[in-house]
């Protein structure tokens, strides 16, 4: 009797570990996001520019400095997006509109997305020259993100323009999260004579919620679940001592009878 007890306890408490396992598969495989055809990020936007002489910044780049650009998705379908960016500027605004292959890098995409789950030394594109640099977490529209992170430069106007250029994606969606653009005028002798920067960062996005600190509501069924797991295993034991010992009182009962 008490070993048919245990026997349908174990079982019970086997089915249950099982439906835990399979409800927090579910739950992280729930966290893993991709781009839909309603998620829209905002960004701010801001410039700075210095000169060793009395260079005036060219117009662009004061008409960006401390702006607001919202990007929204249009379509998605298999790797093919298309996408607007709403640009705030100083003297009006401005829509553009990017598409193409997240997989390939083909149309005119622009780096506002990327292939998801990319690391370290991994084409942003098919094909593409541009490789991820380092993986790392960083803060970006109120959450701790995991991101990829691409640099490059190069030369231009016959060595006169030196252009850096810096990139941050989150790794789960491949959104462009952040952007670090500097343009530095560059003399004969080699010296730099005006520097401009200008950088981007999501702050609002349908991507991710922002995080508010721990939530016990939120996972109070976890440690519900946590609890009952270790009452049957408590209950499971002690009746199972419980047989071993009536098991050795009768083995020793037996030899005494012999």
């Given at each position: ?47 700075t ?11 662009d780049?004061?008409?960006?400095n ?36 997240v ?69 789960e ?42 939530d ?15 009452f ?15 098991r ?11």
């Amino acid at each position: 009797m008490l070993e048919s007890l245990l026997q349908k306890l174990a079982v019970r408490v086997f089915v249950f570990l099982l439906l835990s396992a399979s409800v927090m598969a579910s739950a992280c495989g729930a966290s893993v996001f991709f781009v839909s055809s309603s998620d829209w990020a905002s960004y701010e936007v801001d410039s700075t520019w210095s000169s060793a002489g009395q260079q005036q910044p060219p117009a662009d780049l004061a008409n960006v400095n401390q702006t607001v650009w919202r990007l929204q998705m249009q379509d998605v379908s298999e790797g093919y997006v298309r996408l607007s960016v709403t640009k705030n500027l100083w003297n009006g605004t401005v829509i553009d509109v990017f598409q193409g292959s997240v997989w390939t890098g083909s149309g005119n995409l622009s780096l506002w997305l990327v292939k998801q789950n990319l690391g370290v030394g991994d084409p942003v594109y098919e094909g593409s020259e541009l490789k991820v640099n380092s993986t790392l977490s960083q803060e970006f529209a109120g959450a701790n993100r995991p991101v990829v992170y691409a640099w490059f430069a190069r030369y231009e106007e016959g060595g006169a323009l030196l252009r850096e250029h810096s990139f941050f994606w989150d790794r789960e969606t491949g959104i462009l999260c952040g952007s670090l653009d500097t343009y530095k005028l560059i003399d004969g002798q080699g010296g730099v004579t005006a520097i401009s920067v200008t950088r981007s960062s999501i702050v609002e996005t349908s991507l991710w919620a922002p995080e508010e600190g721990f939530d016990f509501a939120a996972y109070a069924w976890w440690f519900f679940g946590f609890a009952v797991i270790m009452f049957f295993m408590s209950v499971f034991v002690v009746l199972y001592r419980r047989m071993l010992r009536r098991r050795r009182l009768r083995q020793k009962s037996y030899v005494r009878k012999k």
